[in-house]
């Protein structure tokens, strides 16, 4: 945390924002590659956006208030209802399908947790307009991708998928009824975290039988065995869904990313949100949040915004992901990015450096020389501390005119030019 | 404005962000070649960080509220107060001068007027400890850069200069005295908008006497006569403060923008706020509001951050940047990104295109395909539609195993190829 931010803010010094302009480099690299194009929306927008499709609970979570004009606003906390509202404005307008992409800062009032941030920036991939299940594996592919054009591997994350349609019929085969659909998703949810008696009581509570209890526990467990899972999905009567998803991973595999998908009954994620198949992506030693989620939410845009088109998406935030390329040695050290330092002797004066840097960077160079007035000695050390690639040292005695002395700062090599000729050069 | 979205702030569709993104990157461009690195700082401060140098009137124009945690904060109108923070926070262990330059999104409450934005980016550039005024060139210089690098020429573009140092000289020997600057100033500042009669009265009913009136508006008028304004230097004895701006002049001359450079005393900024050399970019014609402005505040970091350096920067904006650049025919269409779209005939499927498009998409090129099942005819229509610069057709009857067909969209010539050298080749 930075002194005089507010809690749960950061400030981005040089070397951070260098990090943040990294990822932010990758993530456009592979929407570039995938063909999506990015767009924005206002980071405040009206609050009736988030409360249409959270419901007013999601206010204590939001950095919310009334505007100079009485208008209730706030900071947005997720993309998604503001891409609702811009698709459903130009829809007709608009080749299908689209695929967008941005980069927005999101706001959280979390509450007072030790180091949890209230801002993040989230990449989100956004495919409306297509129904069919290539769809979903195009976006997962273009979020296993956002691991590999950082030099991740399918050692360093893993991707879970669930798909919602499935385990729905698959629920119901087991014997689930609807109204008990719910506390089955959350037991899935807390597999992992939850100790199984306390699973078992919850769902017990909530009225789900005993012969379920032990087939949905069964259930999640099959996933990792195909033919343990096709017979689970035959006797559920569960074949229909189950192709899907079939074709589903056959498309992953023909896209290149079968190897990174792991399918996994656990994985719910927003409940009245998502309609088809759901993902994750992890680290592969789980000791970190979530990089990624997202999925199918074919309603979803209709609710919000009044267009009915199927849709899919997810978010990736910039934090987890940052702490993980971190861990694995994959981010790289802020280099310095000066091209040349221009450095004058006695026998000139600064005017003499500020023309030799005009002609450089209008070669495109980045240049620094020294400001004000300083001694040749002084101007060297500072060219070392700028971690100039090179110094070009003009007008000093030993110098005839248009010459210059230039210096490779890695290794000291010295060398006699005609100024401009190097310049020209550079 | 965007239906939906808050009055005064705006949605970027792919035309519009393609559009910032251009702006960006010839911003980020210029200060790459000036050697400045990017910082960011959070869009949401603390309230006192602006009361504390613009004064509690300020808060009318501000989005600002109290959040969950009782703390008033506000939306960031500018930047200078989180650079001042920033910097305080870690003035000692900096290498001076500090060049570093931000482009945040700026927000305030600007009371209705049609058209009016409440949110713009600004490109800030800021030189911290540097009391020189060949660090004022070195500033002046990269702003007029930021006008060269989208093609703007001096023919489009006029940077105003004036030198708070010397205006108060000059003021203090043409009779004003000290506790009438702000007068004086006040009637500089609206020399181009407001009658002469009506300044004279205004100056006149802040008591200043008709003897340095007539020499003030004559002192407005000489700056643009070299020799006329010498002899006024001399007269008002601000020969010491004149010989500085002439220094400055002088290096903007061997940083090659003196071209663009027009001595203004009418240029008067934020009368707290600016030191000496102050500075605004306008277009030529006149037209639009001010592009740029900007200066020396030698004082205000400290009084913001409690840290004493010098300082000098700039904002710029992106709307009337953007106006300007609409208007010169200098903003590029966006163009169609795609480097090829990949279609399947009827021996295959989405999966003999997926296949393509991975192998493609990890040589770092774009690629799009039919999503579903659509016949051949279709997806060559989505091609088009999508503005692919080629099309790469596989697996169709009259194809052999391992050959494409290759498709220059721009003219529709024909290509068959082996298609895995195709790939290595492209």
């Known amino acids: 945390m930075s002194p005089g931010a507010l809690p749960g803010f950061r400030d981005f010094y040089p070397t951070e924002l260098a990090e943040r302009s990294f990822i932010f480099g990758g993530w456009r690299e592979v929407a570039r590659e995938y063909g999506f194009v990015e767009y924005d929306g206002p980071p405040l927008e009206p609050l009736d956006l988030y409360t249409k499709k959270s419901g007013a609970e999601i206010v204590d979570q939001l950095y919310n208030f009334t505007d100079k004009g009485k208008r209730e606003v706030a900071l947005r906390p997720e993309m998604t209802p503001t891409l609702a509202r811009m698709v459903a404005a130009r829809a007709n307008a608009m080749r299908k399908p689209v695929r967008w992409f941005s980069i927005p800062q999101l706001f959280r009032y979390e509450r007072a947790q030790r180091g949890r941030l209230r801002e993040h920036f989230q990449l989100n991939m956004d495919i409306v307009g297509e129904a069919d299940v290539s769809a979903d594996a195009e976006l997962i592919a273009s979020a296993i991708d956002a691991m590999r054009v950082f030099g991740l591997t399918n050692e360093d994350v893993v991707a879970r998928v669930s798909d919602r349609r499935l385990l729905n019929a698959l629920l119901r085969g087991i014997g689930v009824p609807e109204q008990q659909l719910g506390a089955a998703y959350a037991a899935l949810d807390k597999l992992d975290r939850d100790p199984r008696d306390v699973l078992e009581q919850r769902l017990e509570t909530a009225g789900v039988g005993s012969e379920p209890r032990a087939r ?3 259930l999640a467990r099959a996933a990792a065995n195909e033919s343990d899972f096709a017979r689970l999905v035959r006797d ?67 609710s919000l915004g009044g267009v009915s088109l199927p849709a899919l998406g997810f978010g990736m935030g910039d934090v987890v992901l940052g702490e993980l390329l971190r861990a694995r040695g994959k981010m790289p050290p802020a280099a ?38 300083q001694k040749l000695a002084r101007q060297l050390k ?35 030019v005609q100024l401009d000729a190097w310049i020209a050069s550079e």
Do not use: N
């Open 336 to 373: 310095p990015a000066l091209d040349v330092w221009v450095a004058y002797g006695e026998s000139g004066s600064v005017e003499s450096a500020m023309r030799v840097a005009a002609k450089l960077r209008a070669r495109g160079r980045s240049v620094e020389y020294a400001l004000g007035h």
């Open 216 to 218: 949905l526990f069964e």
């Open 236 to 302: 559920a009567g569960a074949s229909a869904e189950y192709d899907e998803l079939r074709r589903y991973l056959a498309h992953t595999e023909a896209l290149g990313v079968r190897d990174w998908v792991r399918l996994d009954l656990s994985i719910v994620r927003g409940l009245a949100y998502y309609t088809g198949i759901v993902f994750e992506l992890f680290d592969a030693k789980g000791e970190l949040r979530a990089i990624c989620g997202g999925g199918r939410y074919d309603t979803l845009l209709e």
């Open 382 to 416: 500072a060219a070392h501390a700028a971690g100039a690639r090179q110094t070009v040292v003009v007008a000093t005695p030993e110098l005839s005119d248009g010459e210059a002395m230039v210096r490779r700062m890695a290794d000291g090599g010295e060398q006699k």
